[in-house]
């Protein structure tokens, strides 16, 4: 299912190649944190939120095109605004189960409202994205660090980012976190 929703999604985004990498990115992380957030807590393989997780990271953004088209914005409520519909359509002609699709279209519609976290495929999707926008955007420092304080709540999260975008050697980077907590 989640190749089939990939294909669409490129198909729908057509030559934006710059929202595709995005995508592809975001759930290339959300699979990263998740993998180690799962074996550190435990969790079996079949925990349905990681199927909704990875769906989402693909479809996170699909609202954009409906957002700059409508509203000529890509503004993050926009995108809220126009996502969940245009991801629906999506997942309904995967056959994606109605309940995983309900929360996937959830946490699309809401992925940039971090006030409503409400479990670990929310929480995952939004440091993943994090992730990514904080290295596309070329970040300086003090962002990356309020991003780590802020945004950051996995001890994945905190790991990737500490040697992704801190240059913390992946040695150091459970000490720093403990450190800096």
Same mark, same amino acid.
């Given at each position: 299912?989640?190749? *089939? =929703? ?10 934006? *190649?710059?929202?595709? @990498? ?23 393989? *079949? ?12 479809? @996170? ?92 709540? *996995? ?18 980077? =459970? ?7």
């Amino acid at each position: 299912m989640i190749g *089939t =929703v990939l294909s669409k999604v490129i198909d729908y985004l057509g030559p934006d *190649t710059k929202r595709i @990498h995005h995508a592809m990115k975001v759930f290339s992380f959300s699979c990263a944190l998740w993998d180690e957030e799962a074996k550190a807590k435990g969790l079996p393989e *079949t925990d349905e939120r990681r199927e909704t997780l990875l769906l989402a990271a693909i479809l @996170h953004d699909i609202g954009v095109h409906e957002a700059e088209r409508k509203y000529n914005s890509n503004d993050s409520f926009y995108q809220e605004k126009e996502g969940p519909s245009v991801a629906q359509e999506i997942l309904e002609e995967c056959e994606a189960d109605p309940r995983i699709s309900a929360r996937v279209c959830y946490l699309v519609g809401h992925h940039h409202s971090y006030h409503l976290i409400d479990d670990l495929d929310f929480q995952i999707l939004v440091e993943a994205e994090e992730l990514v926008n904080l290295e596309e955007d070329y970040a300086d420092p003090q962002a990356v660090l309020a991003a780590r304080q802020i945004t950051m709540k *996995t001890a994945a999260a905190k790991k990737i980012l500490d040697c992704y975008l801190m240059d913390v050697p992946a040695e150091d980077a =459970v000490p720093y976190y403990c450190m800096s907590r």
